[in-house]
């Protein structure tokens, strides 16, 4: 039986299989995302996503869905489901039995007398799916007909029936080749089999997305249906079907198929459940390494890759030279760090959690202190965002929008509008100005050290005083132009975790003490007290109200990195089985809105629900992170 695993019951019930949606990557940008039952729910579900360097290198869903039928005694059987207005047509759901996620993704159908298993795999560093078929059991003569939807569109947009597409189609071996518009690479269908090709084309009108409506956005759409294929299948056969921006060889699928899972390890626990999960984030394209902040909206940012790329990158077997790789690129483009405030001094965590892993400090300043020095210097002198002051503290301010991580915006504006001396921003300018000093005493880098050395103590000395709350016992999130803003948030806590912090263990444990009663939920850390009268317990409802509810309230399963760290400094080993207790409780969203991933943020409310994106590339990593933290702990 295999760790992911679901019955017919739980597939039948389209309430229950609609909520869980599965996800698979080719590690170079494109993926695979649909529902259990294979029922698109979002606009961003498809069979063949890819991202198209000619259009804005954005991803564009080809493939959006296939419709398997089953043909005996003319008499057709279809597994597709896909939803119109106020109806399920066709309803191929209630043909499953099973559902497996390990290697792979399976399903198996019976119909009748028929039994029938649907593999799917989306090949790594190609853009390629491949499904193989197998009629396992049957009782008279079969065909299989299959009939491709095509979207050829981007991820964020609808499409309608239209007169702009190209309908024709070039023939290939064993297939078609179907390119609707200018732009776009041609889309490769082939059988490895003989096989007939019927041209029908249509527009398949108002499919709905419900997850779309749900959120509040459009959520009908046209799809181009070409035609279908049609074949024999007999007891036993198993025929394999190739969607690809390139012609395959059809006499090389079963191989190509075959060994494509021989490669791939198994989704068998909770931990490699994970490992999995943080290897699709990680994308390499044109040789350099990128992280994807969140499927299957989110794109590439550097705050969300400087902090998920040590817990996604050493989980791996080939985890050093991944993350030498995506901190090559973060460096590289030192440039695209100055789009917020904090981004810029999350890189120098980054290389601490390098430096954690590797022991050697020479090699770092070596390589990345030209840049380190260049954020230094430019915090100093000031980046139109950000400047430090006389105190030593950093100022952060840009009119009309968010400078940290709390960036949700509602009608054109930032529902938190965090400027001025921002907790965590000046937190980690300290970590960030003791850690460069560290390096460069140990490389004999004198004058940096000369530049640098007075930083660390005018910080020390004057950010207790700037953002410490006598009333509260923690400190305030922000100080601005009318003073302290004493909100319970958790931006403190990750001055509390830092490798350098300001604080002492009283202080810390003060923050932590205040944190545990009134932010720390089973699945995260509220970004809002319960007791604040803005507090938002539940992410739901149009777009206005999600935005408001992000950063008000909603439980992020990330901010438990610095949360368990922080603890950990107190307590040391001592803390280690409370520790595993708390990462053990997302074992159980495995089976949960993103099989196999942990979901981008959920409800600060009881029973805590998950929202958003449905695979998270800062949870997944620092759940990762922790375990071997803890283990770590363990072994001390």
Known sequence: MAYLQFNKHELGNLEYSLSREILSTNRAGGYLNTTLTGCNTRKYHGLLVVPIDALGGGNYILLSSLDETLIQHDQPFNLGIHRYPGIYDPRGHKYIIDFEMDKNIVLTYR????????????????EQLLIRYTLLEAHSPTSLRLKPFLAFRNVHDLTRANLAADIFHSKVEKGVGYCLYGGFPRLYMQLNVLNEFVSFPDWYKNIE?????IRGYD???????????ECPIRKGQSIVFSASLTQANPSRLKCLFDKEISNRPSRDSYRNCLKLSASQFLINRNGKTRVVAGYPWLGMNPRDTAIALPGLTLSTDNGMKLFTSGLDTLAAEESTLYGSADAPLWFFWTLQQYLDRSGDKAPLWKKYGKVMKSILHNYIKGTGMVKMHPNGLIWAEKQGVPVTWMDSMVDGKPVNLRTGYIVEVCALWYN????????????????FVTEFEDIPGLVKENFLPTFWCESRSHLVDYVDHE????????????????????LGDETINSILEVCRKELLTPRGIRTLSPKNPLFEGHCEGDPVKRNRAYHQGSAWPWLMGPY????????????????????????????EHGIGSIAELYDGDPPHRPHGCTSSARNVAEILRLMNLVEKYNKL
Do not use: W
């Not at 960030?432 to 004058?447: R, S």
């Open 432 to 447: 960030a100005v003791c850690f460069a000093l560290e390096l460069a005493k140990d490389q004999g880098d004198t004058a």
């Open 483 to 502: 003073g302290q803003n004493i909100f319970t948030r958790p931006n403190q806590i990750i001055a509390c975790s830092l490798p350098f912090t300001p």
């Open 111 to 126: 119909i009748g007398g028929m039994i029938f298993r649907k593999e799917v795999v989306f090949l790594h560093n190609k």
């Open 209 to 213: 997305y419900l997850q779309e409506k």
């Open 219 to 229: 959520y009908r759409e046209d799809l181009f249906v070409p035609g279908y294929f």
């Open 564 to 591: 368990l760290e922080a603890q950990f400094r107190l307590h040391g080993k001592g803390f280690a089985s409370c520790a595993t207790e708390m990462l053990n409780v997302f074992e159980e969203d495995m089976t």
